[in-house]
């Protein structure tokens, strides 16, 4: 087979030239520049298109119809994007000095033209790349947050509109800051026009989506399904009478909440006009696109319908089709599941950035327990990724916390997971005696036993509570907390991504329960507006949001000055204490020991240190002999090596 693909697809590449190279209309450096990137690319784009779909009498159609998608993008590019496309090979992904943030415009600055004046704020925090959750049109009413998506060509009308949003990218990005933007790949909006249309009766776009004309053709699916928001009632399909049917209706695959129809990549159609959308998103002038839910987008019978091979082809084609517009483009994977499929989706050909939701909830299962462990052994075993990978390592995002350590990797440990995670909720959600925690269960599964965690940062590590007892030893043992998973996040592994708000310790917000759009979702309730006011109360040295900030500004400062992280892998060893996690990085001239009591108890480190190391967080040179670190204590210690000849 790939012998004849290899044959074929210089032959299909000359048949198809003539008709790309019109579309450039004259344009003969761009043409130039595409027909170079087209030489590398396509025999990927054939062989993925081939793959989904070589056995369809339209196959030949489809390839082209792709390809023309792609030449129309990169003809529209605007300069300033192709001349930093010129220049932005990837290679800052070994730089050590990136740093991510994330936030909701409405929640933020509210509208894209004020979004530079959040500029110095964000260089205070080192912050160099800005996710900004989806900015796009969505149905009025419950959105899930903005993805469930009525049109990529339009903006939510109260942020400003696609070319304020288009100004607002370039302004950040001359700022030195680039934007991450989302594309939803598994599904669209209710009322998205394809959605529309399949409700008018439309046949091509009833067949964008997964649609059933009665409940038999549902069960060879539905027993292997997982559910992911178990709180709406019933499971992954919606009947909707508004979509004609024999039946008065039909049954429309739903995987997330009944207002978000999942696409159906089985038909070319739907890859090629969702290509379209995601080059035009690239166009905007993201530096990062977020593939929001990869896991989910292909779907056979008798199949988890979660992470199939197919999956990857289909993310592997956007990959390609965005090399031929916009070559420094990357994408984020958020794939939330096992660690080993979670790791599959983070490769060149797909995306080059992975979120790390393992070492994120490891991070709040070694707290809890006051044993490193687990986190450790996932540093050590679970940290490697293709070269020109990175990991996006966060505390929290505006998503819940689930407990996605492996089964097995538990029980090598002597862990029981099911227990385990059944603790770990308690804890989180506060019910567990002695819980510092003020977090809440997300979708408690009953059936099945399950549950997620929401919470802010900074009320998941006990702030709140401490707060609410005027309790200020607890208060400070809180701040401890804080800033001991800061410094995990910022020194052990990838580059660390920041929600923002938590810098300054924002509580957990509980309006969202008089929105009746959100009130059933409460992951709003670690999406607080930003609190300016108490950002102005830190600045100037008020309350635990001030010792927060002043804490995360120096690990950050630490991090980015330390060309040890870019590029190299966490070395975990013991150091004598299970509260402690310790592990060097070693690179470019120097080697760094981290180490970190995770315990609200005092403990002694064995550290190999001597006069030779300077400790970065007090400035201090270090000492040699046992460590002792207070609760939550941490010491980031740095030597110079000379580089081996
Ligand atoms: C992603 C988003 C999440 C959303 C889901 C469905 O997981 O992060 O917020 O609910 O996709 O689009
Ligand atoms: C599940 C999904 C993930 C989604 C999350 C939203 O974990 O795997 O994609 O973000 O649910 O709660």
């Known amino acids: 087979m790939d012998d004849w693909i290899s044959v074929e697809a210089p032959k299909a590449l000359e048949r198809l030239r003539p008709t790309l190279r019109a579309r450039f209309g004259g344009k003969e450096r761009r043409w130039?520049?595409?027909?170079?990137?087209?030489?590398?690319?396509?025999?990927?784009?054939?062989?993925?298109?081939?793959?989904?779909?070589?056995?369809?009498?339209?196959?030949?159609?489809?390839?082209?119809?792709?390809?023309?998608?792609?030449?129309?993008?990169?003809?529209?590019?605007?300069?300033?994007?192709?001349?930093?496309?010129?220049?932005?090979?990837?290679?800052?992904?070994?730089?050590p000095s990136i740093v991510w943030a994330m936030t909701y415009v409405a929640r933020f600055t509210g509208t894209f033209d004020r979004l530079p004046e959040a500029v110095p704020h964000l260089q205070s925090l080192h912050v160099n790349h800005l996710h900004l959750m989806p900015p796009y049109d969505v149905p009025e009413g419950p959105n899930d947050g903005g993805y469930a998506v009525s049109s990529y060509r339009r903006t939510r009308p109260?942020?400003?509109?696609?070319?304020?949003?288009?100004?607002?990218?370039?302004?950040?990005?001359?700022?030195?800051?680039?934007?991450?933007?989302?594309?939803?790949?598994?599904?669209?909006?209710?009322?998205?026009?394809?959605?529309?249309?399949?409700?008018?009766?439309?046949?091509?776009?009833?067949?964008?989506?997964?649609?059933?004309?009665?409940?038999?053709?549902?069960?060879?699916?539905?027993?292997?399904?997982?559910?992911?928001?178990?709180?709406?009632?019933?499971?992954?399909?919606?009947?909707?009478?508004?979509?004609?049917?024999?039946?008065?209706?039909m049954w429309v695959w739903t995987t997330f909440y009944p207002f978000q129809w999942d696409l159906d990549y089985r038909n070319p159609d739907v890859l090629v006009a969702m290509a379209r959308e995601l080059l035009y998103v690239v166009n905007l002038g993201p530096r990062v696109v977020r593939l929001d839910a990869?896991?989910?987008?292909?779907?056979?019978?008798?199949?988890?319908?979660?992470?199939?091979?197919?999956?990857?082809?289909?993310?592997?084609?956007?990959?390609?089709?965005?090399?031929?517009?916009?070559?420094?483009?990357?994408?984020?994977?958020?794939?939330?599941?096992?660690?080993?499929?979670?790791?599959?989706?983070?490769?060149?050909?797909?995306?080059?950035?992975?979120?790390?939701?393992?070492?994120?909830?490891?991070?709040?299962?070694?707290?809890?327990?006051?044993?490193?462990?687990?986190?450790?052994?996932a540093l050590a075993t679970r940290s490697e990724l293709p070269e020109g990978c990175r990991w996006i390592t966060y505390l929290r995002s505006h998503d819940d916390i689930g407990w996605g350590f492996a089964d097995e990797d538990a029980r090598r440990l002597g862990i029981d997971p099911a227990g385990h995670r059944a603790f770990l909720n308690a804890f989180y959600a506060g019910e567990f005696p002695g819980s510092f925690a003020a977090g809440a269960r997300f979708q408690d599964n009953p059936k099945t036993g399950d549950a997620r965690i929401s919470g802010t940062l900074a009320s998941l590590a006990g702030l709140e509570r401490a707060l609410e007892e005027a309790d200020p030893v607890a208060v400070d043992l809180a701040v401890r907390r804080i800033l001991v998973l800061d410094a995990v996040m910022t020194m052990a592994v990838g580059i660390p991504l920041l929600f923002l708000g938590d810098e300054i310790g924002r509580r957990n917000d509980r309006t969202y329960l008089d929105d009746p759009g959100r009130a059933d979702d409460n992951r709003?309730?670690?999406?607080?507006?930003?609190?300016?006011?108490?950002?102005?109360?830190?600045?100037?040295?008020?309350?635990?949001?001030?010792?927060?900030?002043?804490?995360?500004?120096?690990?950050?400062?630490?991090?980015?000055?330390?060309?040890?992280?870019?590029?190299?892998?966490?070395?975990?060893?013991?150091?004598?204490?299970?509260?402690?996690?310790?592990?060097?990085?070693?690179?470019?001239?120097?080697?760094?020991?981290?180490?970190?009591?995770?315990?609200?108890?005092?403990?002694?480190?064995?550290?190999?240190?001597?006069?030779?190391?300077?400790?970065?967080?007090s400035g201090e040179p270090a000492r040699p002999g046992p460590l002792a670190l207070e609760p939550y204590g941490y010491r980031i210690f740095r030597r110079v090596v000379r580089s081996p000849v």
């Open 32 to 95: 130039a520049e595409f027909e170079a990137r087209l030489g590398e690319a396509f025999e990927g784009i054939f062989r993925g298109m081939h793959r989904l779909y070589g056995w369809r009498y339209d196959f030949a159609w489809q390839l082209e119809a792709a390809l023309l998608a792609a030449a129309d993008a990169a003809a529209e590019r605007e300069g300033w994007l192709r001349n930093r496309d010129g220049v932005d090979d990837g290679a800052w992904l070994e730089d």
């Open 158 to 249: 109260d942020l400003g509109t696609i070319d304020e949003l288009r100004d607002a990218i370039k302004e950040l990005d001359r700022a030195g800051i680039g934007v991450v933007l989302d594309f939803v790949a598994n599904h669209t909006a209710h009322d998205h026009p394809w959605a529309e249309a399949a409700k008018a009766g439309d046949r091509r776009h009833r067949d964008f989506y997964l649609m059933f004309e009665d409940r038999g053709e549902v069960e060879a699916y539905l027993p292997h399904l997982r559910e992911i928001f178990p709180d709406r009632g019933g499971d992954a399909f919606t009947w909707r009478s508004d979509v004609e049917g024999p039946n008065g209706g």
């Open 294 to 377: 990869t896991p989910f987008v292909w779907k056979w019978p008798g199949t988890t319908c979660e992470n199939l091979a197919e999956a990857h082809v289909v993310i592997r084609l956007f990959r390609g089709l965005a090399d031929l517009v916009a070559p420094g483009v990357q994408f984020l994977s958020e794939a939330i599941v096992h660690p080993d499929d979670v790791v599959r989706f983070v490769r060149p050909d797909e995306c080059e950035l992975g979120y790390n939701p393992l070492v994120m909830s490891l991070c709040w299962e070694a707290v809890a327990t006051r044993d490193a462990s687990l986190l450790a052994d």
């Open 524 to 617: 709003w309730m670690h999406r607080p507006p930003y609190d300016w006011d108490g950002l102005e109360a830190a600045e100037e040295g008020v309350g635990p949001g001030a010792a927060i900030l002043g804490g995360l500004r120096r690990l950050l400062a630490i991090r980015t000055a330390s060309p040890a992280v870019a590029g190299s892998l966490p070395e975990v060893e013991e150091a004598g204490d299970r509260a402690v996690l310790a592990f060097r990085r070693r690179g470019d001239g120097e080697e760094l020991l981290v180490v970190a009591n995770l315990a609200d108890r005092e403990a002694t480190a064995r550290v190999g240190v001597d006069p030779r190391w300077e400790e970065l967080v």
